[in-house]
């Protein structure tokens, strides 16, 4: 299958920790990468496909995969940290192509 | 850090075709695949395809294929996303981004709401 499934909200405590899954074949094959989006901006990469955080990312972000499933976690949530989250992973020809749902994180 | 700055707001009516523009900078253009995404209102992100600017490769989603075509001028450092026969269900935010690399070069161009009514 070429699907990533995710959660469609998730909603978490301010300064508690949440975790956000995507599930999919793909995840097997390759790293996925995480991004965040706020309304009327464009995706923001958190987490790139070698768990690697980007510049100004803060370090509260990480991820981790076992199996078909990747996480993203963010550990002691922060109000800023509302918006809507993408796992992004390979298709077969090793291109960018394959999106989760997405995730709509709201901190209480 | 490269820049990606797309063409403005369109209104098409069903049937017709659009042409959008992502206009790099900062960057050696040819060194990066250009893809295009695709966001429907209040919905989620699909890719669409890419473009590699060194050669003109493309490869399309099969969703949108037979009515898209992306393109690349290295004149210009501009690449293109063309999509046809429209109708109302391409009502969306078309974004452009390099998606392909490292996250040194994860970089997205701003959007562009393509509305499709008559």
């Known amino acids: 299958s070429s699907e990533l499934t995710q959660d469609p909200a998730v909603s978490v405590a301010l300064g508690q920790t949440v975790r956000i899954t995507c599930q999919g074949d793909?995840?097997?094959?390759?790293?996925v990468k995480w991004y965040q989006q706020k309304p009327g901006q464009a995706p923001l990469l958190v987490m790139s496909?070698?768990?690697n955080r980007p510049s100004g990312i803060p370090d509260r972000f990480s991820a981790s995969s076992s199996g078909n499933t990747a996480v993203l976690t963010i550990t002691g949530a922060q109000a800023e940290d509302e918006g809507d989250y993408y796992c992004n992973s390979r298709d077969s020809s090793g291109h960018p192509a394959i999106f989760g749902g997405g995730t709509k994180l709201t901190v209480l | 850090e490269g820049q990606l700055v797309q063409s403005g707001a369109e209104v098409k009516k069903p049937g017709a075709s659009v042409k959008i523009s992502c206009k790099v900078s900062g960057y050696t253009f040819t060194d990066y695949h250009i893809h295009w995404v695709q966001q429907v209102p209040g919905k989620g992100l699909e890719w669409v395809g890419f473009?590699?600017?060194?050669?003109?490769?493309?490869m399309y989603a099969q969703k949108f294929q037979g009515r898209v075509t992306i393109t690349a001028d290295t004149s210009t450092d501009t690449a293109y996303m063309e999509l046809s026969s429209l109708r109302s269900e391409d009502t969306a935010v078309y974004f452009c981004?390099?998606?392909?690399?490292?996250?040194?070069?994860?970089?997205w161009g701003q959007g562009t709401l393509v509305t499709v009514s008559s």
């Open positions: 793909s995840v097997m094959r390759y790293y």
């Open positions: 496909d070698t768990s």
């Open positions: 981004a390099t998606i392909g690399g490292s996250d040194l070069t994860d970089w």
């Open positions: 473009v590699d600017p060194e050669d003109g490769e493309t």
